[in-house]
């Protein structure tokens, strides 16, 4: 059993920055990774990591403005928020799973943790 706890939500203004946090505990997964759901909207995938080689993907609407890393030692990933934008608001979510595909697609996934709500205002 993987249990994730995220940290880091919080309101911000347009062009501002955030950094959400994941802490995992337990064993069995080889990827993680974070996704976002805005009210009436499917959950989409953002960004993901291979916690093994550091592999790193980013969705195309955020590809140069949010970095994922990761520190294996305390089995936790970041997400680095930059140049925020109010269609980034989102309740966050972490997720982890095994496999090699779908790292950016729900499926792919096993685990999620509760998520941390980010708002972005003009």
């Known amino acids: 059993q993987v249990q994730l706890v995220e940290s880091g939500g919080g309101a911000v203004q347009a062009g501002g920055s955030l950094t959400l946090s994941c802490a995992g505990s337990?064993?069995?997964?080889?990827?993680m990774g974070w996704f976002r759901q805005a009210p009436g909207k499917e959950r989409e995938g953002v960004a993901a990591?291979?916690?093994?080689?550091?592999?790193?993907f980013h969705a195309d609407s955020v590809r140069g403005r949010f970095i994922i890393s990761r520190e294996n030692r305390q089995n936790t990933v970041y997400l680095q928020m930059n140049s925020l934008k109010p269609e980034d608001a989102a309740m966050y979510y972490c997720?982890?799973?095994?496999?090699?595909?779908?790292?950016?697609?729900?499926?792919?996934?096993?685990?999620w943790g509760q998520g941390t709500q980010v708002t972005v205002s003009v």
């Open positions: 997720a982890a799973g095994r496999g090699f595909v779908d790292v950016l697609k729900v499926g792919g996934y096993e685990y």
């Open positions: 337990g064993y069995g997964v080889n990827k």
């Open positions: 990591i291979f916690m093994g080689t550091g592999s790193a």
